[in-house]
């Protein structure tokens, strides 16, 4: 039945709102991080994820890092393969 369709005494009565705020009392779930499991803030605005990607400027890239790079690439996709 429609707000509308009822008279203002009944609808007092036996109305009912699904409002978010009469749904949770004006209260709202707690935000727990699912990084760091601190309260308050969500993983997009933890402070330890920021933190965690801040990148670090590389030097130019010469043959010399491009061989390390690919030697460091090929340990770890050799460590981490499945045997
Ligand atoms: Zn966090």
Do not use: N, W
């Amino acid at each position: 039945m429609k707000k509308t369709s009822l008279t203002q005494s009944a609808f007092y009565r036996y109305g009912y709102e699904f409002t978010a705020k009469v749904l949770t009392e004006g209260k709202y779930p707690i935000i727990v991080c699912t990084l760091c499991k601190r309260e308050g803030h969500s993983r997009d605005k933890c402070p330890d994820e920021l933190e965690k990607h801040k990148l670090v400027p590389l030097p130019p890239m010469c043959d010399q890092l491009r061989d390390m790079l690919g030697r460091v690439c090929a340990d770890v996709l050799g460590q981490l393969s499945p045997d």
